[in-house]
């Protein structure tokens, strides 16, 4: 792979493309023909030496190392566009820009409260937000897409700095006109006799799995759905109660459901993720100290207060 020979007009042109649905509808974009995008295309492609794009099927369609290399593209070019825009004032320390990626619960809450507190003091700042699965947002940090992440500790070894940012215990969700509305908590026990829905994928399966085992139990869930918010739809629908992590009852709570804290020790813990060898300017450390304060500003149940900065 010859990535250091890359242009930042080739990845401007793959960038658009890939957000476009044809290549002429990405070349009348840019101004240029679509012959000329699509040797840049291939040029790129020559190069690193991979497919981005499946040209088996009739749509324009990136193929999955086509959409990891959209995001890189898409980042480079925004990073490289507003290095250019900061050249006039260089000296200034309130412009620039910083990517995170961070679990969907997360981007949801938590994000908003703590990009508010730092717009406050970087009203110029760009900001790029990854809501994506943990497993996804770990890569992004390791291969330096991203400048951290905020997503559950993973099971396994990893060389990447991770600070701990918040313990996420679930509630179980029913509906409103359930005999369990209204108990204050809810144990394994009151699940027994109730169709149990397990909702999401990877390590917050695998904990509920083995939270049960743990307790002794041998639970057949009725349904096993990837998405929290199907869960959440079955469980609209009568066909039973699901658990899922407490930040993201508010999605529960739009749809008329009842959220009751989980008597049973099952709880997920958010991650701050760097990597090591990265050293992360003034503003992308004040970007992370203000989602330390949004988390003690939602453990104290009180909205967000203005404040100095906060370091490490």
């Known amino acids: 792979m010859t990535a250091t020979n890359l242009t930042i007009r080739q990845l401007e042109v793959f960038a658009m493309a890939s957000r476009c649905t044809s290549f002429s509808e990405a070349a009348k974009r840019l101004g240029i023909s679509q012959p000329s995008l699509s040797a840049t295309v291939a ?3 020559q ?16 193929t999955a190392q086509g959409q990891r290399m959209a ?12 290095a250019v825009r900061s050249l006039d004032d260089v000296a200034s320390t309130r412009r620039g820009s910083t990517s995170l990626a961070v679990v969907p619960s997360v981007a949801a809450g938590l994000a908003a409260q703590a990009l508010t507190l730092f717009y406050e003091d970087y009203p110029d700042f ?7 699965p943990g497993a996804q947002a770990a ?3 390791n291969d330096r897409v991203v400048d951290f992440g905020i997503f559950a500790r993973p099971a396994e070894p990893s060389d990447l700095l991770m600070e701990s940012l918040l313990h996420d215990p679930f509630v179980v969700v029913c509906r409103s006109d359930s005999p369990l509305a209204g108990r204050k908590s809810v144990g394994w026990g009151d699940l027994a006799e109730i169709p149990l829905i397990v909702g999401g994928i990877g390590r917050l399966r695998r904990d509920i799995e ?3 085992l743990q307790a002794g139990l041998n639970l ?4 096993v759905v990837e998405q929290i918010r199907t869960a959440l739809a079955l469980v609209d629908a009568g066909l039973g109660v699901t658990l899922i992590p407490r930040l993201h009852q508010l999605e529960a709570r739009q749809a008329g459901l009842a959220t009751i804290p989980a008597r049973m020790p099952l709880e997920r813990e958010l991650v701050m993720v760097r990597r090591a060898d990265r050293v992360l300017p003034a503003p992308v450390e004040h970007l992370m100290a203000c989602f330390r304060r949004a988390v003690l500003s939602a ?14």
């Open 43 to 45: 040029k790129l492609e």
């Open 47 to 62: 190069q690193l030496g991979l497919s981005l794009f499946d040209r088996s099927s009739r749509s324009l369609r990136l």
């Open 71 to 82: 995001v890189v593209a898409g980042d480079l070019v925004r990073n490289f566009e507003e």
């Open 126 to 132: 760009l900001v790029t937000l990854h809501d994506t």
């Open 139 to 141: 890569a992004m940090v």
């Open 210 to 212: 083995n939270a049960w």
């Open 220 to 223: 057949r869930p009725r349904f």
């Open 299 to 312: 453990e104290e149940g009180a909205a967000p207060r203005r404040g100095g900065s906060l370091h490490r």
